[in-house]
């Protein structure tokens, strides 16, 4: 372990150890491609059907994730492009809650569902609805029980 760790100390001490590569990036460009990632997700979006933890969720906030850190990324220096950059930061921003009002509708019709489905439910006779602990089957049931007196203390 030494022996790892004093060639990474060399590494560091000599200037070496990490060097980043420098990208320029073209606005035009770079807006474009941020301006088609946003049409794209829109689409998952609404072809979106399932819940939040389907990974096509996850891949769509995955994707919203990178658009915004992409448009972050961009520096542009014209105050048009300024401009721009902010109307896309704001579109990109909006994606999230877009996709979790989806998320939420579709919640909201499976419960209905759901409730239309409970609502069809009838019981057929009396008999199953007596819970007075005259059944054998009742007895001693929570609930059949008398509540014991407290003590009172002074």
Do not use: W
């Not at 100390?9 to 491609?33: A, R």
Request: charged share 30%; hydrophobic share 30%.
């Amino acid at each position: 372990m030494r022996s790892c760790l004093r060639n990474v100390i060399k590494l560091e001490c000599s200037g070496q150890s990490l060097t980043y590569p420098s990208y320029s990036l073209n606005c035009d460009d770079e807006f474009n491609i941020i301006e088609n990632k946003i049409k794209e997700v829109i689409g998952l979006i609404d072809q979106f059907n399932d819940d939040i933890k389907s990974s096509l969720y996850r891949k769509i906030t995955s994707k919203i994730a990178h658009i915004v850190e992409r448009v972050d990324r961009a520096h542009p220096t014209e105050d048009t492009k300024l401009e721009e950059r902010s109307q896309l930061s704001s579109k990109a921003l909006t994606l999230l809650p877009k996709l979790k009002t989806c998320v939420r509708t579709l919640h909201n019709q499976e419960l209905s569902i759901l409730d239309a489905s409970l609502l069809n439910i009838r019981v057929d006779s009396d008999d199953d609805l007596s819970f007075d602990g005259s059944d054998e089957e009742n007895e001693g049931a929570i609930g059949n029980s008398t509540p014991k007196p407290a003590g009172v203390t002074k």
